[in-house]
Every structure is written in structure tokens, then in C-alpha cells.
């Protein structure tokens, strides 16, 4: 009778998808609980790959059932072409997704905006995913936000639709100079979209809490990370939503008692994609290396992701925040090429040692201050058990357990669910 998650330890694409992969094998309820279309969660099994962004990736285990909570923003053409996709690959989803009735949709202006946004801020750019993601948020908190309850009513949809459009066609026009947003083919596509899913529409928050008070499980499937929380990431380069523990109960509305278990996950090393602060971020020749040795480029953009070491700080920081019961270690068999690997224990702004992750944003002047093991040098990705790692790779694991704090229960080394290691 409990619920589990897993979140984000860095600034999202630690792999994440492969970790729920492989708790979920007898999960009963897979719930995504913020974010939207800009998340890419990829999983491989049996060699085939699957990369998600609204669906959850418990898709995967024929029995479970896919809730997307109401703190997740929903965008219909997204969730359309998802949901063909995976009918595409033989996995039907009709009968076993969820959606709640408060999810606030992403309307085609807000991914105009998004990139018109984007596109106009040069230097300031935040370099979002252009999903909309953000601008949907600002309106679900301007309360001009559409939900899909909304949808399934025509005469309420219209009334909500008509007063949404005349203010954002205000937004379009006078302060980006973009063309209106024509209220019939939107009120058309809304409309349908709502037919389409109106069998999936629960009032999610007491359905879970239900089945959880009758014993089933759930999994929280958290998306980005830590780091890009809109309250304890690198504000304002973040994402919208909180990513974290807290956005977990407000997204999903589970009563916060059935939740046991937070496994953050941490890669070996730390990508970014997007603008921001990254103090362990290795520059020219050897970011470009570590980029190619852990092919980090985006599962939604494709966009080159900003690699660098293993930040103990920014880690420690995510164990507060998130109340981590443990951590799983991904891809370290990228870290199998180095002779010696770096590890950033510790941040000094001139004489100043600081002594936690700065939560005001600003990580200007940063010095990081590193720890240097040594490496291992030989493939791992056939490694079935903690024992049989070289002794430098378990050293660097016992190294990263002691210094976080946080117990390691799981090593991820290779994309498929077989390269995975409890400890
Ligand atoms: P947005 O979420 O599209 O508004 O983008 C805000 C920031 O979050 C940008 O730096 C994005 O690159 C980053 N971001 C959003 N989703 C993901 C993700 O799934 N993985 C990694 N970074 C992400």
C-alpha cells in the first residue's frame, strides 16, 4: 500500500525513464505529475527504443495503468501523435491511460509564443524546448487557463474559450505582433480532442487515492530535474513547474502519506541542455568529448546537451529538497574512457567556501573545488553484479554514496533494462 518516485538529481536527462523501467515491473499505477510535451523519456527494451514526452513510459508493462496528473500540461496534437505512435508500434494504449479532468491544455498560441519568446530574446533566451510549456503555465497561473474538464462541456468551452482568446489575441497582437488566434478551428480541434479522450477523464486525484487506500501501487514519474525546478533550480533558467518532491503531491493530489520511497537519480556525470548555470561544465574539446562518449543530445530537440562532471553540491542540494530515500547511479559505463575522473566536491566564491547550492539563483564566480579518482578503463555494460565492477568504478560509486549522503541502490551501466545493478 505505498507510492514511490523517482526525480531528478541534476538538470534533467539523467535517465530517469530506464530507472522507472525498471522499478515498475509490478507497479499498478504509473502517474506523471508536471511538465508536458518538452519532457523525453527514453527507454529501451529488447533493443527497440521508445522515447516518450506526455505519455507515461509504464506504457511498456501491459498491466499497468498511465495517469496524467493535473499538474502535467497537456497538449492535444502532442498527446494525438504520441498515443498513434505507440498503435503504430502494436502497444495499445485505449483502456489503460488516465488523464485528469484539471490538466490545463497547451493551446497552439502557446507554443507560438514560446518560440516567438525565444526566438526575440537573443543573449536573455532561456533556450526552452518551445513546447509552450512555460507560457502555458503563466496562464494556469493568471487563471486563464483551459483545462480538459473544459473541454467535454461545448457550451462552457466557448463561454471559456471566447474570454481566454479575446486576452491572448490582445498578448499576440499588441506585444509580439503575431496574427490572432481564430476562435472557431480552435473551438473545432478542442472540442474533438475532447471526445477523443472524454473515456480517459477521471477525477485522478481520487482515483488514485482510492486504489492506493485498497493496496495497489503507484509510481510518481518525475520529469527534468532538480536543477530546472521553477523554485529551486537555476532561476529563471528553469522550467515551469516543480519538479521535485512537493510538485509531485500538488501534481498528482495523492494524500503525501502513501509516499515511501524517493530515488533520485543522479547521472555519472552532469549534462544540461538549454542556457544557465552549469559550474562543472567542461568547455571546448573535452565537453565535446564527454557529449560523444554518452551521445548526450536531446530525446525532444535533438539539441547538443552541455556536459561536465559529477557535482556533489548540486546532488546534496536535491537530497534536501526532494527528502531522497536513495539514489540510482546512471551511465557510469561512459566514464569507462577516462583515466582519471573528476568530481566537484565543494563551491568557493573567493576566499568563501560555500556550504550548500545557491538558491538564489546566481552561481556567477563560482569556483569548483575537485576530487580526481582514478578511472577504470575497461567496458562494464556486461556487469551483472556490484562485486564483479572493477574496484576504481566501485570506489567511485562508494565515493559519490559518501559524499551525497544518500545510499546508491541502484547502477545503471548501458541503455537496455538487462544493464542495471542493485546494490
Ligand atoms: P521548457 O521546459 O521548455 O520551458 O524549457 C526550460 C528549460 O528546461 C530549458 O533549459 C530546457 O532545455 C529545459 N528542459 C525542459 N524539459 C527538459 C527535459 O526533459 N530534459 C532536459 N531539459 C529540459
Redesign the pocket.
Known sequence: MSAQLVVGTQ???EGKAKVIDYLSAEIDFIVRYQ?GA???HTVVVDGETYIFHLIPSGILYPNAICVIGNGVVLDPVAFTEEMEALRKRKIEPAGRIVISDACHIVLPLHRLIDEHRENAAGTKK????K?G??ICYGDKTMRIGLRVGDLLNAERLKERLSHILEIKNRELRHLYGLPEAQLEPLLEMLLQFGQNVRGMVKNTSLYLNENLAKGKTVMLEG??GTG?DIDFGTYP????SNTTTGGAIAGSGIDFRYLKRVTGISKAYVSR????PFPTELHGEAGDHLRKLGNEFGA?TGRPRRCGWFDVELVRHAARVNGLTEIALTKIDVLSAYDTIKVGIGYKRGSETLNAFPTDGNLDNIEVIYEELPGWKKPIGHVLKFADLPKECASYIKRLEELTGVPIKVVSVGPGREHTIPL
Not at 126 to 129: A, E, K, V
Not at 237 to 240: F, L
Not at 273 to 276: A, I, R, S
Open positions: 538538470w534533467g536527462d511538465g518538452n519532457a523525453g532561456i533556450g526552452t524546448t513546447r510549456i512555460g520529469a527534468q530546472l533558467y528553469v522550467t515551469s541542455v538549454g542556457e544557465g525532444t
